[in-house]
């Protein structure tokens, strides 16, 4: 377990979300949440409200993708080549199975987990594309 730094977005168990501010090594959680979630393109878990955190998933951020044809001149230039820049945008916790997560991210992919994390699937719809923002996981 490890202290998770920076600014995070938190899902709790109720599906409630909440901004977590994290300057330095000190936190501050708006609420009280004994088992949430955080995100940047890796999921956290606490189980104490924060005090602990440990990360459940690998990179959910798209690996690589195809320059996009409005990029246009600018392709050649190094902030234009396809680096892993996405994070994880959305995430959907199952009423029905505690285990079952869905996180969706903001270069369009969508992963799932049956084992709060242990094992990942890919089932990105081919339709989604690079740069399609997946903003809201409804489970």
């Known amino acids: 377990m490890t202290a998770v730094p920076a600014r995070y977005r938190a899902w ?5 979300a909440a901004t977590v501010f994290c300057a330095r090594s000190r936190c501050s959680f708006p609420l009280p949440i004994p088992t949430s979630f955080t995100s940047r393109n890796t999921l956290w878990l606490t189980k104490d409200g924060g005090k602990h ?6 990179d959910l951020s798209r690996e690589t993708w ?7 001149d ?8 396809p680096t892993r820049r996405g994070v994880i ?3 959907g916790l199952s009423a029905l199975n505690g285990d079952r997560l869905w996180a969706g991210t903001d270069d369009g992919l969508i992963w799932t987990t ?13 339709e989604l594309k690079p740069f399609w923002k997946v903003f809201n996981m409804d489970v």
Request: hydrophobic share 30%; proline share 14%.
């Open 89 to 91: 945008y959305s995430l």
């Open 74 to 81: 600018y392709k050649d230039m190094p902030t234009a080549k």
């Open 66 to 72: 195809e320059i996009p044809p409005a990029i246009g």
């Open 114 to 126: 049956s084992d709060v994390g242990a094992h990942w699937n890919n089932v990105t719809p081919p």
């Open 12 to 16: 709790n168990q109720n599906h409630c």
């Open 53 to 58: 955190w440990k990360e459940v998933s690998p």
